[in-house]
C-alpha cells in the first residue's frame, strides 16, 4: 500500500479517535454534572430536560464533529475508491485534522469564540480547497 494512502487513512483514523475522545468527554461531564447536581437519567430523557445541564461545550463540539468533518471523510473515501490519491492530499487532510483538534480543544476548554472561529474558518477553507483540487486534478487525470 503506497505511503500516501497509508497517511491518508491515518489521518481519518486521528479524527476518528478524536471524536471517541470528545464523545467519552460528553459522557463523563454529562455524568458528573447529573450526579452533582442529583438529576435523575430519566429527567433528562428528552432535549427539552437536557437544558438543565449547564456544560454543554463537549455535547457541542461532538456534534460539530458530524458536521463539516462529513465532507472530508467523503472526499476521503472517493479518493480511495477511485484510487486517485493526489501527492498533496495527505498533507492537506492531516492540516484539516490538526486545526479540527484544535478547534475541539479550544471549544472543549476555554471557548473563546474568536479563536474557535479563526481555527473554524481556516479548516472549513482548506476543506474547500482540497475539494476543488480534488476535483480539478481527477478530472485532468481522466483527459490524460
Known amino acids: ?75 476521503v473515501a472517493i479518493a480511495l475508491a477511485t484510487h486517485h490519491v493526489p501527492a498533496w492530499l495527505p498533507a492537506a487532510a492531516w492540516t484539516f485534522v490538526g486545526l479540527r483538534m484544535a478547534h475541539s480543544i479550544i471549544h472543549c476548554t476555554y471557548n473563546k469564540v474568536l479563536h474557535r472561529l479563526a481555527v473554524f474558518a481556516t479548516g472549513f477553507t482548506v476543506l474547500v480547497v482540497m475539494w476543488i483540487a480534488f476535483v480539478m486534478s481527477l478530472v485532468a487525470d481522466q483527459s490524460a
Open 1 to 75: 500500500m503506497p505511503s500516501s494512502v497509508v497517511s491518508l487513512v491515518g489521518a481519518c483514523l486521528v479524527l476518528v479517535l478524536l471524536t471517541f475522545v470528545v464523545g467519552l468527554a460528553m459522557l463523563v461531564a454529562r455524568a458528573r454534572e447529573m450526579q452533582c447536581k442529583r438529576i435523575h437519567p430519566q429527567a433528562v430523557s428528552t432535549s427539552a430536560g437536557m437544558a438543565r445541564l449547564e456544560n454543554v461545550r463537549p455535547a457541542d463540539n461532538f456534534r460539530n464533529l458530524f458536521e463539516v468533518p462529513v465532507l472530508f471523510y467523503a472526499l
